[in-house]
């Protein structure tokens, strides 16, 4: 008991510390989870305030740009207008527009022409010349308006300028200025991606990258891992759902890699750090967590282990003497230890169970003084596996002696009774067949209750059992033949037909002894008799459990087959049956004469015809006579 209670306690604590370290395992597991994703969720906000920091700086830059160059068309127009001279004179032009600042100045006629300008190669220019020149046609139209071009690679020479265009005051031309976006390359190119990215912290291992949603390419990164390259490692997660975190496992040039993935309006965001890494700190708890778990079950199971020893295995020690005088027959009182409450009930149950056996041996002698057939007691409580049977139980039950000890005896007698009310009771009620060499045993069993105790009075009535079983075989059986009569055979009819799933395929035979008498007549009713004896032993040559025969009175006979499994079955035994008329012979003369047995049949089958054993008799005894009547009937000298 000791080893056992110790085992289970060793079970118990180590299943505890795998749930323990699988729980801890999980929420460490989570909170690394939950703070990699919370760090890379800062991250990432710092990175789109940056982003959209720089974008709005760079549309600050765009638009003060083409705001310079509407202010410098405008000056141009206006002192243009006001030294004309300067639309003849070339270098003068020149000149003017280096102090303006500008990389181009144009003079354009009221038809959209370059009609003069610091770029002769540009003369004769149109309005309709590319798609540059056309974005000022709507000013020949309105010599109000004033048009400021976005920067745009103009149409000779594929340059990146922004052009802004002006009416003189007097409408006579139209005054165009182009100026290389400088200032605007310089701002864009210090506030790209790739600068923004190379001033991003980040820790042992990890990187950060921004990739293109569409193209899956590179666009930035904080690793050698070159922009425009596609992020095939990262391509099934590039769809998700814009604004959410999500977090996955993959490879990066053969290292496994924990990403947190966030996608914005344009870019995705992704965050790796090894998997080594982060789940270093894990490793490390577990370990920790598991020794310490180890050293506290080490001490559990010592304490345990002392406390079994001291208060548990010492009284168990001593009920167990105290019971093993009881198996002698001191029923005395057991001594109740203090230290544990349930091992003071255990003694009080067995207290209480003992008293109990004194009443069972007074009940006892009552019962049997009042009974006056040889009988068998036993008695057991309900709730103890204690009990007390008198000395013929055993031979009642048909119980060997086994020399085994008290409670197993018990233990033996109530499993055989509850093994014969399983198998049922007899039509006279409480009464039970056993099997034993001799035949059978009929055993009538009448249970008592009393208080919390039951009492099987057991009776054995093999005799007046048989008697009876004797006067009703006599009751249903034919004299003459040992077949039913008709009132068994209707018994039996009725009997089977209730239990129609186990009958299968079947058929009722009527048979008629052809020549009956005849025979009586001239033979005597002697050989009569072993006339129909000898079709009496037709019907006892198929198996019993597939026929049951029957002489219903004088020369009619009556069978029931059934239990057949397939049609043919049942055809080839009725086959037999239809052969057997003729087949017997009966000795009828001192000088050797044989009369050949006869007889007339006809059948119904089950179910085919008909669930009604009545409707079966009566189409088999019309099929019978319907034969009778086609042949010659009587017995004929073989």
Not at 162 to 174: P, R, T
Request: charged share 25%.
């Amino acid at each position: 008991m000791k080893t056992r209670l110790l085992r289970i306690t060793i079970v118990v604590l180590l299943l505890a510390m795998v749930l323990l370290l699988i729980l801890n395992l999980k929420v460490q597991w989570d909170l690394t989870h939950q703070n990699f994703k919370a760090t890379s969720e800062a991250i990432f906000e710092q990175v789109e305030a940056l982003v959209e920091s720089n974008a709005e700086d760079i549309h600050e830059i765009r638009e003060q740009f083409s705001e310079d160059c509407l202010n410098s068309a405008r000056i141009a127009a206006y002192v243009l207008q006001s030294r004309p001279e300067l639309e003849e004179n070339l270098t003068d032009l020149k000149d003017f527009a280096r102090l303006l600042n500008v990389d181009e100045l144009h003079l354009i006629n009221p038809e959209g022409e370059i009609s003069f300008g610091t770029h002769p190669e540009y003369y004769h220019y149109t309005f309709f010349s590319g798609k540059q020149m056309a974005f000022f046609q709507p000013m020949l139209e309105d010599h109000e308006l004033e048009m400021c071009q976005e920067i745009t690679p103009n149409t000779a020479e594929g340059k990146l300028m922004q052009y802004a265009a002006v009416w003189s005051k007097d409408g006579s031309m139209i005054v165009q200025i182009g100026m290389e976006p400088v200032r605007v390359q310089e701002a864009m190119e210090g506030r790209t991606l790739a600068n923004i990215f190379s001033s991003m912290p980040t820790e042992e291992g990890g990187e950060l990258y921004a990739i293109d949603p569409d193209s899956g390419q590179v666009v930035a990164s904080t690793s050698e891992w070159p922009a425009g390259e596609e992020a095939t490692s990262l391509k099934d997660n590039l769809k998700e759902n814009p604004g959410t975190i999500s977090l996955s496992h993959i490879v990066i040039n053969g290292t496994r890699c924990c990403a947190a993935i966030f996608r914005s309006d344009s870019l995705v965001l992704v965050r790796t750090v090894p998997s080594s890494r982060l789940y270093h700190q894990l490793g490390l708890g577990s370990v920790f967590l598991f020794l310490n778990l180890l050293l506290l079950a080490l001490i559990a199971i010592a304490v345990t282990r002392l406390f079994i020893d001291r208060c548990i295995v010492q009284k168990l020690t001593c009920i167990n003497q105290d019971l093993r005088k009881v198996g002698t027959g001191e029923l005395n009182r057991l001594p109740a230890p203090t230290v544990l409450p349930e091992l003071e009930e255990l003694c009080g149950y067995i207290n209480d169970m003992l008293v109990e056996v004194r009443e069972n041996e007074l009940k006892t002698s009552i019962a049997l003084e009042r009974s006056r057939l040889p009988i068998g007691i036993f008695e057991y409580p309900t709730e103890y596996r204690w009990g007390f049977a008198t000395s013929r139980v055993k031979d009642i039950l048909l119980l060997e002696e086994t020399g085994q000890e008290q409670g197993k005896n018990i233990e033996e007698i109530a499993e055989r009774i509850s093994a014969l009310k399983k198998i049922g009771q007899s039509d006279e009620g409480n009464v039970y067949r056993l099997d034993s060499p001799d035949g059978f045993r009929f055993v009538r069993l009448d249970e008592v209750r009393y208080k919390k105790s039951r009492m099987v009075i057991m009776v054995d009535v093999t005799a007046s059992w048989r008697q009876q079983e004797q006067l009703k075989y006599q009751r249903d059986r034919d004299d003459l033949t040992g077949l039913y009569n008709r009132r068994g055979f209707y018994a039996q009819m009725e009997q089977m037909m209730q239990a129609s799933s186990q009958l299968n395929l079947g058929a009722v035979v009527m048979m008629d002894a052809d020549g009956l008498k005849e025979t009586n007549d001239t033979y005597g009713h002697d050989k009569g008799d072993l006339y129909l004896k000898k079709i009496a032993d037709i019907h006892q040559t198929f198996p019993k459990e597939h026929i049951v025969p029957a002489r219903l009175g004088g020369d009619e006979f009556a069978a029931f087959f059934h239990g057949y499994g397939s049609k043919e079955a049942l055809d080839e035994a009725l086959t037999v049956l239809k052969e057997g008329d003729g087949a017997s012979t009966i000795s009828v003369g001192d000088g050797g004469q044989v009369l050949r047995v006869r007889y007339s049949a006809g059948w119904a089958r089950y179910p085919g015809d008909s669930k009604d054993y009545h409707v079966l008799l009566h189409l088999a005894d019309q099929r019978m006579y319907e034969n009778k009547r086609r042949r010659k009937g009587g017995a004929s000298p073989a």
